[in-house]
């Protein structure tokens, strides 16, 4: 293994940068001339807007320009969509949303956007907002999904009956009910997902700018699929032709799913630069980032799980209301769906699962895809169940697994649930955990814990993911509005050094320099002679994005297929000028051979030859060393494992600590496993968030947002977390070219099951997420008091 | 933020003079609170007087059995001071538990006491010890300064200008953090004061007070134990969403039980 | 109001509105971007500079609280292209991935450590508990500050 190739642990290009403050964040950039946004939001959950008065704010000192819902319905702006059709039980489409990027005459959220102030300074633009007058009338809101499904619940769009968008199933609901006949032992667990907040420490910000010589049309902004926004802009809000929009997301402080989708206010400030003919910059404060980004989770969820006498999982049902928030979000239908029911196997070989999900509005902020992305949900259910059967049946919670374990000789593996497992060793996965985590040695700490006064809990999580999203015919089938394939160009410069191009965006990721070894180890290039451009639709042919735990597997294979082009064509070249046969050139870390000759030609020279081709037929070969590929994925990628988490509870206080975290992950070849480390670490981070601390709250009866700034939404701190034990198994990926599975969503998804079946185990009763102290408290107190 | 005036006092008088010429305005001494509130638009003073060239406010003495800390001096200097550890260890523990690195090298004491806020630390110290509030008028009893939620007994035109706190025979600090805030959910300051025992709380209720059934446990019996057992009433205390009145009180034994652990040097 | 100050050890002066915040003075008049901001609470850390050898949070000072002082940023630590120690550890233990809180978490380490010469594990953690990071869980953020040779 070279120093720099694949599977070492380079340390990262992109850090020079960041840690001398010389990082380009969408905030950091100023155009001449550049005004600033403040959007006037609604401070009602539900409200009619009666009239909005403009007329002070406009004649204020330094406000550029106002504009409102009618301004945009009267440029006949588009409405905000949901890129994914979701199907019925009933064979029927989806229920939607018209979402105008200003509300027209109805506000559905605190935070919802009704009107836009541009000022020549931020002070001037958030007076000037202060002086937009609204005339509201309030109306009764609703939050909670369950309640929104109720008779006689607020409506809240009047095209949506019910506040039912979908009722949607999965499975074969005829064999899980004989399943379930047969069984001799039933396990029932009712679970809340709770809502959680993204909070990218960078919050959004966007800046929008005109060029009235070329009708061009810049935007910059805060996003992980710089070209689904040029797309969105262009053919929904039907600001500009593709071809007069360009989107530039330069580096992206941290994304977590919440900088995917297609916001109102970049559409605004777009829109308005070229309005008012100058540049318009508008950047989020934590509030609005609390008020207005996509939330994630919110499920409520009961499940059932059949078993035989020895424990052996005949047939799974569950039943999840998902809340969507007051309009449908880009992909925000397909996360409760099909990244969630077709996970509900696991890692398991129950042979009988059906599923059902409504989706339903509330007075909320839209919900969407957050790290994992309905996975975890999916995790958290089926991993909260089975450790509950294990409680129940009195079977060591590591043994029921394994007895139902899809077994290593069982791959390709058809799951009930639609997908097709490509391959696996769950077994291995969770043998290693156990052995590194001593779970052995549990028994003697928890009597040391119990010495000092402490419960001591232990609780597993064997989770499995469906990642590196994905080929483009089946989500087409399946509703998506694109396809899901990845871009990726190679350009080779006459000296030598090799630009590569991805569709992918790295908002922390490291692809500057994970793609840079992935070149640097097949095409024999320094690393520091390869330049990974990324986030620019007026660089990069197209893209994707990065969401999905989905860059490397198909990203990487992308740039991998335009290496394979690259490589074919310096063939060409090296055949001619060495006149011999393609047949016998032999490439290898960036040296063509001609078999059985010590004949040799590095790629460097080849791509001199390439630019400067004096000695060749350009009739038959083009000059230059430049290719472009796309890449769609054969199937899904699934990486899984097993992580253990020990937790250690002071019953007088309620407290909760993780005394030990260990994670053992599959995610096949390994490219940069410092790299993959920290993936796994920052994700087992947001999933102890998850478990411990964090929980979006609205009022259930006025609709406020009571967390709406860290104050009350607590995220995880230094202190918080513990130190994680994490190491690998490695199944490669059989479909992909790299073998690699995708890691960035692992620990999010393992991590709250985890932490919650520790916590049950520790204190012997249920409670929900967050186990904050307060909850724990209550919970210890109410099994006391069953007691007594 | 609102426009505002800004004037650096050169000395207290300065500083008040300022102030009464001001049509609203307000002193700033760290702004660990201002700042942020005037950040949200929730403040709009007309003027704002910095106090932190005030020099004389800053310091720490002990003299006559009583540390008395200047108005100015910063949750790090008190932290860190020597003879403050020496004199009331459990006084520099609740400085250097005060938010976080950064806000301990701004915040001051004669701010945060000022503040009244509910979750802040000091009030439980300064009820916990009987600490004497100095002003530039008068000086005032811990016991008759807390007045309500962010409310003192500070009138128009009076300014702290530092706070006596007598060395106990034996004090102890514990702190429950809000989960997200980090501010007190609870905090319990336990002092044998050598003329009796003393129970301050903060982050329970409205305003910091005086826990007189725990007092009377500790005067009892000073151990963990005594004050840990004591039921202490949930009617009154706040509650949220971060915990119930009832959490909240059953907390305030606990702090109160470690408090004292501490104090005897657990 | 006219404010003067040093600034990465060179001479700075501005007019500026009083409410001018330090963090908006740095960004915006200097230009010095690396300064980041992620809450209006004082919470999140990203925005920590260094005033006169102490940490503090340039989101919740005036710059015109500044005048005189001597004020160090995340620009200001590399000399002659040569990172900071406490920038080199955190680049040799991946101890940043998106890189916004960074700055913040490179200057608190450098007070961290300034106070604490040889620091626990538990020591960091308590101490960083005025920086919030999403991205990497703080394993590695703490293994920098442990390991950084300063």
Known sequence: MA???????????????????????????????????????????????????????????????????????????????????????????????????????????????????IGESREAAAAGAELVSVDYQALPAVVSSVAALKSGATQVHKDVPGNLVYDWVLGDQAATETAFKRAAHVTKIDLVNNRLIPNAIEPRASVGDYDRGTDQLTLYTTSQNPHVHRLALSA??????????????????????????????????????????????????????????????????????????????????????????????????????????????????????????????????????????????????????????????????????????????????????????????????????????????????????????????????????????????????????????????????????VTVFTGSHSHGQGHETTFAQLVGDRLGVPIENIEVVHGDTGRIPFGMGTYGSRSLAVGGSAIDKAMDKIIAKGRKIVAHLMEASEGDIEFKKGMYTVAGTDKKMSLGEVAFAAYVPHKLPTDQIEPGLDETAFYDPKNFTFPFGTHICEVEVDPETGRTSIAKFTAIDDFGHIVNPMIVEGQVHGGIGQGIGQALLEACVYDEKTGQLLTGSMMDYALPRADDVPSYTVGLTTTPCPHNPLGVKGCGEAGAIAAPAAVMNAITDAIGAPLEMPATPARVWAALQKRAAKAA | MYQFEYHRATSVEDALAKLKKASDGKLVAGGMTLIPTMKQRLAQPSDLIDLGGLKDLRGIKVEGGKVVIGAMTRHFDVANSADVKKAIPALAVLAGGIGDPMVRYRGTIGGSIANSDPSADYPAAVLGLGATI?????????????????????????????????????????????????????????????????????????????????????????????????????KGLNSDIHGSAEYRAHLVSVMAKRAVAQALGG | MKVSMTVNGKPASAEVEARTLLVEYLREHLRLTGTHVGCDTTQCGACTVHINGDAVKSCTIFAVQCEGANVLTIEGLAKDGKLHPMQESFKENHGLQCGFCTPGMVMAGIDIRRRHKNPTEETVRHELEGNICRCTGYHNIVKAILTAKM
């Open chain 1, 236 to 497: 929904f809000i039907q600001i500009a032709p593709e071809t007069k929009i360009r989107v530039v997301a330069p580096d992206i402080g941290g994304g977590f799913g919440s900088k995917i989708f297609i916001y109102a206010e970049e559409c605004v400030v777009l829109w308005a630069a070229k309005k008012i003919g100058r540049p318009v910059k508008w950047t989020a404060d934590r509030v609005e980032a609390f008020q207005s980004d996509a939330h994630g989770r919110d499920h409520v969820t009961h499940a059932e799980l059949a078993m035989d006498k020895d424990g052996k999982f005949l047939g799974f049902k569950v039943s999840t209301i998902a809340n969507l928030g007051a309009y449908l979000s880009t992909f925000s239908s397909s996360v409760p769906t099909y990244l969630y029911g077709t996970l509900l196997a696991g890692q398991y070989a129950t042979p009988a699962i059906f599923c059902e999900v409504k989706g339903v509005l509330t007075h909320t902020a839209p919900v969407d895809a957050y790290r994992g992305a309905g996975r975890p949900e999916a995790t958290y259910v089926v991993e909260r169940i089975v450790e509950e059967a294990a409680r129940q049946l009195k079977i060591d919670p590591a043994e029921l697994r394994r007895r139902n374990f899809i077994a290593p000789s069982a791959f390709p593996y058809q799951t009930p649930v639609a997908l097709q497992y490509d391959s696996g060793n769950y077994v291995g996965a969770l043998d290693k955990a156990l052995k590194v985590a001593d779970y052995a040695g549990f028994a003697r700490r928890k009597a040391e814990s119990t010495k000092r006064g402490k419960l001591r809990g232990v609780g597993f999580s064997s989770y499995i993911e469906a990642c590196g999203i994905a080929p483009s015919q089946v989500v087409g089938s399946l509703g998506a509005g694109v396809g899901l394939y990845e871009a990726a160009e190679v350009r080779f410069n006459a000296t030598g050094g």
């Open chain 1, 3 to 117: 120093e720099t190739g694949i599977g070492a642990a380079v340390r990262r290009k992109e850090d020079q940068r960041f840690l001398t403050g010389a990082g380009n964040y969408v905030d950091d950039i100023a155009r001449p001339g550049q005004t600033y946004a403040c959007f006037v939001r609604s401070p009602h959950a539900h409200a009619r807007i009666r009239s909005v008065d403009t007329k002070k704010a406009a004649a204020a000192a330094g406000v550029v320009a106002v504009f409102t819902g009618k301004d945009v319905a009267d440029a006949k702006l588009g409405s905000l969509f949901c890129g994914w059709m979701v199907t019925d039980r009933h064979g029927q489409p989806m229920k939607t949303t018209p979402h105008p990027v200003l509300a027209a005459d109805t506000v559905r959220y605190v935070g919802d956007h009704v009107a836009v102030v």
């Open chain 2, 134 to 234: 100095k002003t530039n008028k008068r000086e005032i009893a811990a016991d008759s300064y807390f007045k309500g939620l962010f409310e003192t007994a500070l009138e128009a035109g009076e300014m702290i200008t530092a706070v006596s706190f007598p060395v106990a025979k034996r004090a102890g600090y514990m702190k429950f953090p809000q989960p997200a805030s980090r501010y007190a959910m609870v905090g319990v300051f336990v002092a044998d004061t050598g003329s009796g025992i003393r129970v301050g709380v903060t982050g329970a209720g409205p305003c910091a007070f005086r826990a007189k059934d725990i007092e009377a446990a500790l005067a009892k019996s000073f151990t963990p134990d005594a004050a840990g057992t004591v039921k202490i009433a949930s």
